[in-house]
């Protein structure tokens, strides 16, 4: 994600999240890029569904079901780390659509320089901020990294 943020400083990108749910949390173990067809601009980023549609779709395959979509990030510019009415937008369109196993989804937005993130639990009705924890990487995730 390191190389996709300083690859486009001046224009907005993001991408899938790939994970799974566990203890009441939502566990990030994968993200994407925007895709080879995904449009990055000052102000937006439409990511290619179809490239991170098949990249959550083959790692849920390989893991046999237990890692799949969990969510969406993306750059803010503006340095405004909380949901658009885009953004609340899309979360509703992804949950509706069951793009995910589970009712809500995460999503990150980031600061241009990195330094910054917040998270949010996305669900039909609300749009919760929620903490970020780092933790040790399960031993049978390994495979899949």
């Not at 994968?30 to 990055?40: D, E, L, N, V, Y």
């Not at 893991?63 to 909380?82: A, E, N, P």
């Not at 330094?115 to 390994?142: F, G, H």
């Amino acid at each position: 994600m390191i190389f996709i943020l300083s690859k486009y400083k001046r224009v907005e990108t993001g991408g899938a999240l790939v994970g799974y749910y566990s203890e009441q949390a939502i566990v990030i173990i994968h993200a994407t890029g925007p895709g080879p067809r995904g449009r990055r601009t000052a102000t937006s980023v439409i990511v290619d569904g179809e490239y991170t549609t098949e990249f959550c779709h083959n790692l849920n395959q390989l893991s046999d079901g237990y890692l799949y979509y969990v969510g969406d990030w993306h750059v803010h510019h503006k340095g405004i780390l909380v949901p658009s009415f885009l953004d609340k937008k899309a979360s509703k369109i992804l949950i509706e659509s069951k793009a995910s196993p589970i009712p809500c989804i995460a999503y990150l937005i980031f600061s241009t320089n990195m330094e910054n993130v917040r998270a949010y639990n996305m669900s039909l009705e609300t749009q919760d901020e929620v903490e970020i924890k780092k933790c040790l990487t399960p031993e049978w995730v390994l495979d899949f990294l």
